[in-house]
């Protein structure tokens, strides 16, 4: 598999509960993004990591939001206490760092649902 | 603040002929435009790159315009297939000694390509 990996492809949770969503990244690829995409709107930033430290979390709404990269592969994005408003697409991003021949290459996006 | 803007929602080109997407930006800072095309159900894929020291970049049926004094790009595709049937986005980072960071994207052109 070459691609950017991103599971469960569809979660639906109930207002208030906790979720985790996965990230497993192009083998070799330094550079690891979150990504969120809510209906008609294009994806939105949430948080970069260069190999295990986040560089960037500027995009975070809130500190209900954290995202993990441990051993600078796969990364886990937790959502607290959730709400409807966190239901979206959300999109994980891989690239190696660099130059500019190196664009983000997307995974096909966890859908989340809060009920 | 919309920084990166696609004031078209939709466009419906006949095939064989040209496609013209449009973006205009307002943060003076971006220095680096993508163009990405999404399926239904996929992540983004990216098409095409221009860095602002060019005002045209070409590759195969694809051509990325950069107009920086406008504030504007825009995408052309010739010939159109239907294959090419999609949402494009248009997005733009500020570039560092790191590559490109995270990416501000529009909110995306449905493109429809009438056989």
């Known amino acids: 598999g070459a691609g950017v990996s991103q599971t469960p492809s569809n979660k639906v949770t109930e207002k208030g509960k906790y979720v985790e969503l996965r990230c497993d990244p192009i083998s070799g690829h330094t550079a690891l993004y979150w990504y969120r995409q809510s209906l008609g709107q294009g994806p939105e930033f949430l948080i970069y990591f260069q190999g295990t430290g986040a560089a960037d979390d500027s995009g975070l709404p809130n500190d209900r939001f954290f995202a993990v990269r441990p051993e600078g592969s796969v990364s886990t994005l937790k959502i607290q206490r959730t709400e409807r408003g966190d239901s979206a697409v959300y999109l994980c991003?891989?690239?190696?760092?660099?130059?500019?021949?190196?664009?983000?290459?997307f995974g096909n996006g966890t859908r989340l649902t809060v009920t | 603040d919309q920084q990166v803007k696609q004031n078209s929602p939709s466009l419906s080109v006949q095939e064989g002929r040209i496609s013209i997407l449009n973006c205009d930006y307002t943060?003076?800072?971006?220095?680096?435009f993508l163009w990405y095309k999404k399926y239904p159900a996929e992540g983004p894929t990216f098409l095409i790159s221009?860095?602002?020291?060019?005002d045209k970049n070409e590759d195969g049926r694809f051509t990325v315009f950069l107009n920086k004094s406008a504030k504007h790009l825009s995408l052309h595709i010739v010939p159109s297939q239907p294959g090419d049937s999609a949402v494009y986005f248009c997005?733009?980072?500020?570039?560092?000694?790191?590559?490109?960071?995270?990416?501000?994207f529009g909110t995306g052109t449905r493109l429809t390509i009438i056989p």
């Open positions: 943060n003076s800072m971006f220095d680096y």
């Open positions: 221009i860095s602002s020291i060019k």
């Open positions: 991003a891989s690239s190696k760092q660099g130059n500019y021949n190196s664009p983000l290459h």
């Open positions: 997005a733009a980072s500020r570039g560092s000694n790191f590559g490109n960071e995270k990416l501000t």
